[in-house]
Each structure stands twice: as C-alpha cells, then as structure tokens.
C-alpha cells in the first residue's frame, strides 16, 4: 500500500554545477539532509523521475530556446545569462528536473496508487524560465510543463499554480497569461527581482482575472503573508475549485535568506 506523500529526488540532480552560486548543490543536499535526520522521507514514498522529452519541453519552450541551451551544454557550458550557469550536463539534468514533475503529477494522476500529495526536490529550478528566455537561475519552467502535461494527457480545465517563492515567477505568469485553464497566483517581494508582478497585471484577452499578483513590501512577515493567503489565494481558489494544485514552493522569503529581505519563519512556512 502506498503512502499517501511522495517525493520526487534523484541524485544526478546535484550534476547541475554552477560553481560558487546560491542556487547549488548544497541546497538539495542540505534539504535531502534534514528530511533523513527527522525520519521523514521514510514516511513518504520515493518517485523516481525520468527525462522529460523534448516534445514536452516545448509544451512550453520554443524550440529556438531549447536549441540554445543545447548549444550552450554541447559547447561545455556557458553563461545563459548573467545569473544562470550551465554547465555540460545541465541541458540533461533540466530535463530530468522538468521530467521530475512531470512524474509527479502522472503518479497523483494514476488512481492505481494512493499518492495524493508529492513534493518535487528537482533542480534547476523554473519559475523564471519564459517561453523563450531563460533567466535568475532557471533553464526550464518545471512547473508551467508540469501544468500542460495535466492540460493534455488529462483534460485539465482548471489548474491553481500557487507560487510563494520571493521573488515573481515571470516565467510562469508568461506561459499561462492569456489561458483560462491555469490559474497563477503568486505573492512575492515587490519591487525586487526580476521586476515583474504588480497588482495590475491580471493576465490579457480571456486569461483576464486569471493571473493574480499579490506584491509584498520587504519586511513582511508571517502574519502579513497568513493574511495575504487567507484573504486572497483562499477565496480565489475556492471559487476558481481546481482540479490541481501546483506549488511553486521557494522557501527564500525565509527571514535567514539573504537574497531577500522577507521575515517568514520556519514556524510560519508551516502554518
Ligand atoms: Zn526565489
């Protein structure tokens, strides 16, 4: 019998080297670390990813986009831009990030098994990946993929993309701005980086009213985010009823985060 909470991790995924940069390694080893210290991951049940296809990829990406990224790794590596190194093996171990979720929502999906609920440890990581540009330490956008795979082997009509990360998932709002099957959600730093996500951008043509952006002031802390949820995401959410969920869960408005000036804490993450 399986248990109800996966999660998706492989060790090729610590392959992606980006030298001395914050978003490395360490990150899903230390995270790795600490679900093993507490016990946790033997409660859940481990998924093992496979590689996302290219087909896939370009749910989303623009082929000319995949061609540059694959030129970047065949070449040994390079910058993609200033903040998002590849290295040789990055193109590979992105597929197998984007592949990573891909699984995740296939194994929600199978009503053969009892895995409700799987949390993805995949890097590269993709919120900032548009469909054409890749960006702030994102090669390919994991969860917008993750989103079609649902629109397109499932049938899904309304999928809720609830993003907590610190920073906007620009990338995310760009794939899904003029789509009524995805709702995007995200409450972020504002203004700090990539610049995007003010109140005002709500999504275009009949995506109107599906992109909602809650722009946060440095400082704010778990109550003003407890506030923000409560008061936007769950009513939304509630009238919008999705048949999925998707988090994009970035846990850098941590208050010991220094890339962001956010005062949430581990308490509060788990409120
Ligand atoms: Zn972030």
Redesign the pocket.
Known sequence: MNTATGFVYHADYLRHNTGYHPESAERLISIMGKLEERGITKKMERVLPTRASQAQIEYVHTDAYVKKVDTICDRGGGMLDPDTPLCNDTCDIALLAAGGVIKAVDEVMDESNALKHIFALVRPPGHHATPNRGMGFCIFNNVAIAAEQLKRKYGAKRILIADW???HGNGTQDAFFEDTSVLYFSAHQYPHYPGTGWIGEVGKGKGKGFTVNVPLPAGTDDSGYLYALNNILVPIATEFRPEFVLVSA?F?AHTADPLASMHVTSLGFGL
């Open positions: 990360d610190v920073h970035g850098d």
